[in-house]
């Protein structure tokens, strides 16, 4: 790893701009909690004391919180069971109450697609459409992954090469991997389709059952680790110490998203069964 830092430069743009693509696809769909809060005077947080106010709920019975200014994110951000509940404007009757308590402003909340999505059905009202909502985000998605993968390009071929990699042996190598990732991401489409690909499960649009058979039946996750081999050889093609730099990048931030997407998935079919049995 030392000697691979000797050959990159972290402040190149194109460097840059390639950790932004890639930390930032797939972690917006999978990853960030929707907690929304207002800061009071003194710049702690006012959580909602009843659900009246509208603003965000902890289960347990903690409400109407006042937290001092080193307090105010680290409690918030780090429970993942928050629930969330209508903002009120400054318009709504509650904006009164909070604003007795002194807050002065409201810290917009991070949005994380699928899972609002799941929570409010907002993209499938708006276009009329669990389908077409689908598909649209779909669309988005494949639109970011390309442009990832030209920042990614861009950052290997504006920094040096790794002399022991720019030969056929490693070419050939970097060749099969890509053919080999590939593979996967192709036969994981082919099994789950357009709308099981792009979340479709968090649109309500389930399968009959988890997909089972190859490539799931070879590995976990076949989707995204395709998808790192393919960057892993396309860097060794290259002979590039930034690429395979960027493609450990690539699937740590995959890991990540593997810990929340997997959980929540099994927990989606787990309901689809129970509703089941209870209509049976």
């Not at 609002?116 to 779909?138: D, H, I, N």
């Not at 740590?252 to 209509?279: C, D, G, H, N």
């Amino acid at each position: 790893m030392t000697r691979l830092l000797g050959y990159v430069d972290p402040s190149d743009p194109c460097f840059v701009a390639a950790i932004l693509t890639i930390t930032f696809n797939p972690l917006f769909w999978n990853v960030a909690q929707t907690c929304p809060f207002f800061l009071t005077k003194g710049g702690g947080v006012c959580s909602s004391p009843s659900k009246s106010l509208g603003l965000l709920e902890y289960p347990g019975g903690e409400h109407g919180t006042h937290m001092g200014p080193g307090e105010a994110q680290k409690p918030l951000l780090s429970r993942k069971a928050c629930t969330l509940l209508p903002v009120p404007t400054p318009s709504h009757p509650a904006w009164a109450g909070c604003h007795q308590q002194g807050v002065t402003r409201y810290q917009p909340p991070v949005l994380e697609v699928a899972r609002w999505e799941q929570r409010t059905r907002k993209l499938s009202k708006v276009f009329r459409s669990p389908y077409l909502a689908c598909y649209s985000l779909g669309a988005a998605i494949l639109l970011l992954n390309v442009l990832r993968s030209h920042c990614f390009t861009q950052a290997m071929l504006s920094q040096p090469k790794m002399e022991s990699l720019d030969n056929p042996t490693a070419y050939r190598v970097g060749l099969a991997l890509l053919g080999i990732g590939s593979t996967f991401v192709l036969s994981s489409f082919f099994a789950l389709g357009f709308t099981g690909t792009f979340l479709g499960d968090y649109f309500g649009i389930l399968m009959e059952a988890r997909v089972t058979t190859f490539p799931f039946n070879i590995l976990d996750n076949p989707m995204y680790w395709g998808s790192t081999a393919n960057y892993l050889g396309w860097a060794i093609m290259h002979a590039s110490p930034t690429g395979l730099l960027l493609t450990v990048v690539v699937a740590l931030i995959y890991m990540v998203a593997i810990q929340y997407e997997e959980p929540f998935t099994a927990q989606i079919y787990q309901q689809k069964a129970s509703s089941s049995r209870k209509r049976s």
